[in-house]
């Protein structure tokens, strides 16, 4: 099924570390003028709170009003759901849209994914994602792998999906945490075939001597 750019770009930030990454796609996504569909869960609310200055609210109408406000995107091309809005566009494939990047993805919903569990709305969405040969990109933060992770992580993939681990590179001198960030936000973007300026392309950074 082809879509077209304007498609929205579903964003599911789950409970592992590293809500930093979630919040950064989606910041980036809006003010490229990308229409996004936004899925927090409710762990990752609570890692927002441990983690970031971030005191996110969680009803999504809220959600909607404070990021709005934080960031001065156009209002229209984000659209903020509940882990049991079953009738959001993403609970189902005859609406349209991209795909999907749960950012970060805890090793808990590379497991449903896995198994094609939809106990909530992002789980749903994932599971509608690879039936529907969609973008499914999942960028999992724990560290080390179990063999349970790993077999996952291979069915995944198998499955269609895209695992891209949250293991920033240094060949671009990060000068800061943000830096870091926003090597694998530019990563995210390049699987998803959209253009960025987070991260200059492989030998850019490179002297021509």
């Not at 569990?117 to 969405?125: D, G, K």
Request: glycine share 8%; aromatic share 6%; proline share 7%.
């Amino acid at each position: 099924m082809s879509t077209s750019p304007a498609a929205p770009i579903a964003i599911g930030i789950t409970g592992a570390s590293g809500a930093q990454y979630g919040l950064r796609l989606t910041e980036v996504l809006l003010r490229a003028g990308q229409p996004v569909y936004l899925m927090i869960s409710k762990a990752a609310l609570m890692v927002m709170a441990l983690e970031t200055d971030v005191a996110m609210p969680a009803k999504p109408a809220a959600i909607h009003e404070f990021l709005q406000e934080r960031w001065q995107f156009d209002p229209e091309l984000l659209q903020v759901f509940g882990r049991e809005d079953w009738t959001a566009p993403v609970a189902s494939g005859s609406a349209l849209w991209r795909g999907l990047v749960v950012c970060p993805c805890s090793t808990g919903t590379l497991s449903a994914i896995a198994t094609g569990a939809s106990n909530n709305l992002i789980e749903r969405c994932a599971d509608v994602a690879l039936k529907e040969r969609r973008q499914l990109i999942l960028v999992l933060r724990e560290s080390p792998y179990s063999r349970v992770h790993i077999q996952n992580m291979l069915t995944v993939t198998d499955a269609g999906a895209v695992v891209l681990p949250a293991s920033p590179g240094f060949y671009h001198k990060p000068q800061s945490v943000d830096d870091m960030i926003d090597f694998i936000v530019a990563r995210v973007l390049n699987s998803l075939g959209l253009p960025q300026t987070l991260l200059p392309q492989w030998g850019e950074h490179l002297s021509d001597g």
